[in-house]
Nanobody, 114 residues
Framework: QVQVVESGGGLVQPGGSLRLSCIAS????????MAWYRQVLGKSRDFVAA???????NYVDSVKGRFIISRDDAKNTVYLQLNSLKPEDTARYYCKPRYLGDYWGQGTQVTVSF
């Protein structure tokens, strides 16, 4: 069955960086687009970034130039490098195969604060 496990979140000061990881299983990872989303408690889960099987990427405007999505097909892992973090980036971050249905992990919490 499809499974994703996110990690790498934490508490960081504004301007800091984090790298999130997502290990996936249960499907052919190398042929699958992957995406990151984030959710603030009480609000909707929003798209952040995606990477295609060919390495093509796209981002929500608010993170362009600050976040970088990448993948390692040998490790079935997708990453999200978070740079120049702002308090408004505080959220729980989730990854999923972009077009394979409603498969969500437990997410990883990112808190940006002094």
């Amino acid at each position: 069955q499809v499974q994703v496990v996110e990690s790498g979140g934490g508490l960081v000061q504004p301007g800091g960086s984090l790298r999130l990881s997502c290990i996936a299983s249960g499907f052919i990872f190398s042929g699958t687009s992957m995406a990151w989303y984030r959710q603030v408690l009480g609000k909707s889960r929003d798209f952040v970034a995606a990477i295609g099987s060919d390495g093509s990427t796209n981002y929500v405007d608010s993170v362009k130039g600050r976040f970088i999505i990448s993948r390692d097909d040998a490790k079935n892992t997708v990453y999200l490098q978070l740079n120049s973090l702002k308090p408004e980036d505080t959220a729980r971050y989730y990854c999923k195969p972009r077009y394979l249905g409603d498969y969500w992990g437990q997410g990883t919490q990112v808190t940006v604060s002094f």
